[in-house]
């Protein structure tokens, strides 16, 4: 792996990618933050040598190098699944990249589902810790050492002082912001009732799909992470109504420009 990471950051490099200071992942149907920033490079997955390819239809696809809010950033348009048929290595990669390119920052946003009832749908969450349910850990595979601390500790996976500007800004700004657990699931599919009910007696404010691992690695390169949901859908197992993707992406739309106002005004703080 330490082969294909230098090769890819070499290209990268080469492209024009010069010492990002932040990284930033964005979720599903929250690409409009590419709109703010002064875009110096560009390239396709399909054009970086080692990289993954996204394969979700609402997922971008590229790597966006530039400036936001005075700060130099690298940004994932689209990110990677194992329910695409990745593996938990393959989903970090883009991660270990950046960090290889010279982020100390990890950002994250994801699209997500409201377990705790009391949060609605176009709301926002702060991710303050997670469940990992994806049955695997993206460290767990041979050499890994050699990229890290095998045994990395968990204790404390997002920057609270990071979610403490979050919560500031969210404030100061008027937007709704709940602090909460976020549980990462397999998918693709949905959770049923009984699935529901389970992930809200272990602790789960919110559910997806992704997140989890790309923290699991921020750690493990001792990067500075947070990360934020976008609830999209409420997940009430009493009156569970059939999935509509096009009302999740909607809902996403609709609570994506509070989400680039906390991403932005955040940013002019690091």
């Known amino acids: 792996m330490i ?13 024009g990618f010069e010492n990002p200071e932040i990284g930033i992942i964005l979720g ?4 409009q933050l ?13 054009h970086i040598p080692n990289f993954p390819t996204a394969t979700v239809e609402f997922h971008k696809g590229k790597l966006i190098y530039g400036e936001l809010a005075g700060k130099k950033v690298v940004v994932m348009q689209g990110r990677f699944h194992i329910y695409e ?3 938990l290595q393959d989903v970090t ?6 960090e290889k390119l010279g982020i100390k920052t990890l950002l994250v946003s994801n699209a997500a589902g409201a377990i705790n009832l009391n949060f609605k749908k176009g709301e926002l969450m702060v991710i303050e810790d997670h469940i990992n349910l994806q049955g695997s850990s993206p460290l767990a595979f041979k050499g890994v050492e050699k990229l890290g601390e095998r045994f990395t500790d968990m204790s404390a ?15 100061a700004n008027n937007i709704k912001l709940h602090k909460g657990v976020y549980a990462s699931v397999v998918g693709p599919q949905l959770e049923t009732k009984a699935e529901y009910r389970m992930l809200k007696i272990i602790g789960s404010d919110a559910v997806g799909m992704s997140t989890v691992p790309e923290i699991i690695v921020a750690n493990h390169l ?8 976008v609830l999209t859908d409420e997940c009430d197992p009493d ?6 993707i096009a009302d999740i992406i909607e809902n996403a739309a609709k609570a994506e420009p509070d989400m680039i106002t906390l991403f932005k005004e955040l940013i002019k703080t690091l």
Do not use: C
């Open 93 to 98: 990669y883009p991660v270990r990249i950046m």
């Open 222 to 229: 001792k990067l500075k992470a947070a990360a934020v949901s």
């Open 239 to 244: 009156n569970l109504e059939p999935v509509n």
């Open 85 to 87: 048929g990745y593996t």
């Open 34 to 46: 590419i709109n703010e920033i002064d875009i110096i490079k560009e390239v396709s997955y399909n």
């Open 28 to 31: 599903t149907g929250l690409g």
């Open 3 to 15: 082969k294909y990471i230098n090769e890819t950051t070499e290209y990268l490099q080469n492209k």
């Open 157 to 171: 996976p997002y920057d609270a002082e990071i979610n403490s500007k979050l919560e500031n800004i969210a404030k």
